[in-house]
């Protein structure tokens, strides 16, 4: 089932419904939204010779041709591959470069680092700003049909952040899309062309595929002009749309918890936050309850199988008649209806309950494999299960509770952020000769990025230096908030940094 018959589909039954909405404005009915990722595809098959299975990068902020770009490329049959706008050029032409992408699509905020890329990715034969005058033309070329596509075809190539500092491409198919579509609606919630979704969180991410099931119902996509999460703004918005639900980041979700316009305000048109990316606080789970009322959800999945492995459901959240709710409310809930999930040992063996293991997880949510890496999609995949790095136990109740991630991953403002990559970039100045880099726990991020630095007996590099070299080569927001200069770094036996230790020592400065 590819997505895009739903906007054709849409554009029939619901021609003069608003399909896309750039803030209070219609940007787009259904039957506009059906015409232009009709063109869409039109445009850039016979623009560029593109050929069904071929890839289609787009590096940009939320905006309405987002959609019409995305929706645009699986008219055409074509994989997309969205790029976190958010991240470093060369980050970005890793990604375009690995995935093979022919055309990238952009914006003015991004054109310039995209089109660096032109004569340096031998796979990339050109680059569109949208909107701009290549785009105007694509847009207005004559539609044509939905390009048929099987299930098992790639639809989504999502870039998940590496533990060995370069990511990997979970190839999600359109059967992938289809069943956490439908997901959605046993677990989160029904939908109806009177609603809303509200695009605060980036669409390369979790945002954009929970976008998808609206699309489905006929419910408005709305982009706020702020580009995230801004309460007054969203207080303004639900006074326009019906019906709104959005995904937020826990961190997210406390700052609107405190935020005047929100507690102040209207929020008879909210229907749903669904948070994910890391449990809440309890302290600040009861407090945006208080404010929200019971219209929390949560979703814990990873890009391998996109928002769904467990959930907290609106009716968890406000059952707090129950004997363990506020144990329940610091777990990622049950398995969602399509998935089956268990925690087990080094061998896969299932573990009793109560008793940490791995998660790990397989249904037809899960991704075919990582583009072009065998070993790594055999190592991840083995026996048929997705192995997903985190680990947790089972309660007597069903509900599964993350007590460590073995990847190490750090997740600050929402966003994934792996140390290994990290750690290389510190790794190349001169005068480091060891570095380990760890998670914070952080009131307003839900995690700050520390690196502890060994330095070299003869040299001390800077912070000045050590942020520069980040800079010019990562994403901002992976840059570490601190340095620590430490004569060594706590190992095992096998000489393997134990980091344990390191988050250890910051927890307890905490206290």
């Known amino acids: 089932m590819n997505p895009a018959i739903w906007v054709a589909r849409n554009g029939k039954t619901l021609p003069n419904f608003p399909a896309i909405a750039d803030g209070e404005k219609v940007h787009a009915t259904w039957s506009q939204f059906a015409t232009t990722t009709a063109a869409v595809a039109s445009g850039l098959t016979s623009s560029f010779g593109l050929q069904p299975g071929d890839r289609v990068a787009i590096v940009m902020r939320n905006r309405p041709e987002y959609l019409e770009a995305q929706l645009g490329i699986w008219h055409a049959g074509l994989v997309a591959v969205p790029v976190n706008a958010r991240l470093h050029r060369e980050e970005i032409s890793y ?36 909107p701009g005058e290549q785009w105007t033309k694509i847009i207005s070329t004559a539609p044509i049909s939905l390009v048929e596509r099987v299930a098992s075809d790639p639809a989504w190539l999502f870039y998940t952040s590496g533990t060995t500092g370069r990511p990997k491409g979970a190839t999600l198919n359109f059967r992938n899309l289809l069943m956490m579509s439908l997901s959605y609606f046993a677990d989160i919630d029904e939908i109806s062309c009177t609603d809303s979704i509200l695009q605060a969180a980036p669409l390369s991410h979790g945002a954009g595929l929970y976008g998808l099931p609206h699309i489905a119902r006929g419910a408005v996509t709305v982009i706020p002009h702020s580009g995230g999460v801004d309460g007054e703004e969203i207080a303004s918005l639900l006074q326009r749309w019906t019906g709104m639900s959005f995904f937020a980041a826990p961190t997210m979700v406390k700052r609107l918890a405190n935020d005047p316009a929100i507690v102040n305000g209207d929020l008879s048109n909210l229907k749903t936050i669904i948070y994910g990316g890391a449990p809440m606080y309890l302290a600040d789970l009861e407090e945006a309850l208080a ?137 190349q100045h001169s005068a480091v000769t060891a570095v380990a880099v760890v998670g914070k726990p952080d009131a307003e991020w839900g995690e700050a990025v520390i690196a502890f630095v060994v330095a070299s007996p003869d040299s001390l590099p800077t912070t000045t230096e050590l942020d520069q070299m980040c800079l010019d080569r990562i994403a901002r927001f992976k840059r570490p908030k601190e340095y620590r200069f430490v004569d060594s770094l706590p190992t095992n036996n096998y000489g393997k940094v134990v980091k344990r230790e390191l988050r250890e020592l910051l927890a307890a400065e905490e206290k």
């Open 95 to 130: 990604i375009v470069e690995h995935s093979g992408s022919t055309v990238v699509i952009t914006d003015d905020d991004h054109a310039d680092d995209v089109q660096a890329l032109l004569g340096k990715v031998p796979t990339l034969k050109a680059v569109v700003v949208a």
């Open 291 to 427: 404010v929200f009322g019971p219209r929390l959800a949560q979703i814990y999945g990873q890009g391998e199988t996109p928002m769904t492995i467990t959930g907290l459901s609106k009716q968890n959240h406000a059952n707090t008649a129950h004997p363990h709710w506020r144990e329940h409310m610091q777990s990622v809930g049950l398995p969602r209806t399509d998935v089956e999930v268990r925690v087990v040992d080094e061998n896969d063996k299932e573990v009793p309950l109560g008793e940490i293991g791995e998660v790990i997880v397989r249904g037809d949510v899960v991704m075919t494999n990582y583009w072009n890496q065998p070993e790594a999609s055999a190592e991840t995949l083995r026996g048929g299960w997705l192995h997903t790095g985190d680990m947790g136990s089972f309660d007597e109740d069903g509900f599964l509770t993350l007590r460590d991630r073995s990847k190490d991953l750090i997740i600050s403002g929402g966003m994934n952020i792996y140390p290994r990559e990290v750690e290389e970039v510190l790794l």
